[in-house]
């Protein structure tokens, strides 16, 4: 069974660090990944997704992340990060083969960020 | 932003009371997934659907049961609420199952 890993549940930045949020998948094969961001009360938003191809990965807002097969990860970064970015973030993993159709998501780290 | 709503978006009920929640989308996608978040757990499925009248479960599924009898509109009814089903309820819709997912807004539910 798949399973997603965010080992941080809580990281704190100063506003203009650069930031790295950690994600480790288990799966058989080469999974679909995600990234969501979660400002409070809110849905989920889409930050950026690995399908296939160029493992470094940009999405919106100013993030990327990197898929690294050896390692099982897909960890989230920003260069400089502002105060609009506290919010909660979820990796999640989806599976290639049509037998799974939904996402398994991480349980989230929550980013604050100290001015 | 997709084009999802959930209703109602807060519900505070008493432990024993059906509960239906409604997701609603103008997209025209196939699949519609419930989800239910809880802190320290991040989301975990409780049903999906893949087309008119094709459902199946999620990994937590006990206790919920769905429907979906036109494409646009996936309900979820709690038949007896409990107060372990106090949570965020969130709606999501894809194109295909190796496709992104589009959230809703959630729904807030408080079972007393």
């Known amino acids: 069974a798949q399973s997603v890993t965010q080992p941080d549940i809580h990281i704190t930045v100063s506003e203009g660090a650069s930031l790295e949020l950690r994600c480790n998948y288990s799966y058989g094969a080469t999974p679909y990944l995600f990234w969501y961001v979660q400002s409070p009360g809110q849905g989920l938003q889409l930050l950026l997704k690995?399908?296939?191809?160029?493992?470094l990965v940009q999405g919106i807002k100013g993030f990327e992340a990197e898929f690294k097969r050896s390692q099982s990860s897909f960890n989230l970064r920003k260069p400089s990060v502002h105060w609009s970015d506290a919010a909660e973030y979820f990796c999640?993993?989806?599976?290639?083969?049509?037998?799974?159709?939904?996402?398994?998501f991480g349980s989230g780290t929550r980013l604050q960020v100290q001015p | 932003d997709a084009g999802i709503t959930q209703s109602p978006r807060h519900k505070v009920t008493e432990t024993g009371t059906p509960v239906t929640l409604r997701c609603h989308q103008t997209?025209?996608?196939?699949?519609m997934y419930w989800y239910r978040q809880d802190p320290g757990h991040g989301l975990r499925l409780i049903h999906y659907?893949?087309?008119?009248?094709?459902?199946d479960k999620g990994e937590v599924s006990d206790g919920y049961s769905v429907s979906r009898s036109k494409t646009e509109d996936f309900l979820l009814t709690l038949e007896s609420a409990t107060s372990s089903q106090t949570s965020v309820y969130f709606c999501a819709i894809s194109e295909s199952p190796t496709d992104t997912q589009y959230f809703g807004p959630g729904t807030r539910l408080t079972v007393l």
């Open positions: 690995y399908f296939s191809g160029d493992t």
């Open positions: 659907s893949y087309g008119v009248k094709d459902t």
């Open positions: 999640a993993v989806g599976s290639p083969d049509t037998g799974r159709r939904a996402l398994t």
């Open positions: 997209e025209n996608h196939r699949y």
